[in-house]
């Protein structure tokens, strides 16, 4: 008895006791003890198995059972803590656990200091609304997608079932989408809690280009994913609201966009061979038509070979302050 005042299995008893089997160990110790009430079961559904402790009538042990779970989970808890509290072994507490975290009753509470560390916490979905709305909106402090606020919180990763967990939150207004929220789709939402006026609509899209804008420009105004800053660009552009500062390169990486009213110089060639009618250097052409230097460097190049072009210092190419004019 005196080895069973913290839950102990058949075979930790046998090596105490300096024995070879904990069946033998069972057999003649533990059961008398059982059967007169002196010593209990930790996992009493369990008949045999080597997953079984064992404690004194007396000491006063959690019963392992998803409730229990559920009950000691009202805080925050990590698997070590479980696992201490229960008296039972890893291969246990997962076992019970899957299904939990499966049918969000328990869900995982991640924070920057224990992620990656094997200190994750898990906490009983139903226990306070209060703390895990508090979690969710703390984790969408920057933007989120819905399949990352499923994958940090443990839940499903389907559409439906993220936009349930969150619902309360969206239908009080803390939780915002960047998209119509009637639109299908994990890759398609983006949540934030305090980002009114980086919104992503078509409206605030056309405002935002009233200057000439790149892509990658816009995608880090916004928050959003290069491909659907692309696909809302090209249907502005489609429709005639947008329009192209390189025309002759729709797709080119340098491209930028303005609002079709708003008057910007366009990169074509008539417009280079306008401008350099008195000689200009490439900065000064590139800082004209608000483009890099390098994608200047290509159409200068092209329209010198051409004959369009010529250089204004002959006998160095590769100055520095190289000067173009056009050729009358």
């Not at 009233?210 to 491909?227: M, N, Y």
């Amino acid at each position: 008895m005196q080895f069973c005042q913290t839950p102990r299995s058949s075979g930790e008893i046998a090596e105490l006791l300096g024995l070879k089997t904990a069946y033998f160990v069972y057999e003649h110790y533990l059961k008398p003890l059982i059967e007169r009430g002196e010593l209990k079961k930790t996992l009493p559904t369990l008949q045999h198995s080597s997953r079984q402790r064992y404690v004194a009538a007396e000491v006063d042990v959690a019963t392992f059972s998803a409730n229990s779970v559920l009950e000691y989970c009202n805080i925050p808890r990590s698997k070590a803590e479980m696992l201490a509290h229960f008296g039972v072994y890893f291969a246990q507490l997962n076992k019970l656990l899957m299904p939990l975290l499966s049918e969000r009753k328990l869900i995982e509470v991640k924070s920057r200091e224990t992620v990656g560390k094997g200190w994750q916490r898990y906490l009983a979905a139903t226990t306070d609304a209060a703390t895990i709305n508090e979690q969710v909106l703390a984790f969408c402090r920057t933007p989120k997608y819905l399949h990352e606020i499923g994958g940090h919180f443990g839940i499903s990763r389907k559409c439906d079932g993220i936009k349930q967990f969150i619902s309360p939150l969206v239908e009080s207004g803390q939780l915002k989408s960047y998209y119509n929220a009637d639109t299908c789709g994990t890759h398609l939402k983006y949540y934030t809690v305090d980002k009114d006026n980086t919104v992503l609509t078509n409206e605030a899209l056309l405002e935002y280009c009233a200057v000439p804008r790149g892509k990658k420009e816009i995608c880090e105004h916004f928050g959003a994913k290069i491909w659907t800053v692309k696909r809302m660009l090209n249907q502005l552009a489609d429709n005639g609201k947008l329009k192209y500062l390189i025309p002759a390169e729709p797709t080119s990486k340098n491209q930028k966009y303005m609002v079709s009213e708003c008057a910007a110089p366009i990169l074509t060639d008539n417009a280079v061979l306008a401008l350099c009618e008195t000689p200009k250097t490439k900065a000064e052409v590139a800082e004209y038509f608000g483009l890099p230097k390098t994608h200047i460097h290509y159409v200068l190049g092209r329209l010198i070979k051409e004959g369009r072009l010529s250089y204004t210092h002959t006998d160095k190419l590769a100055y520095r302050f190289q000067g173009y004019a056009a050729v009358r």
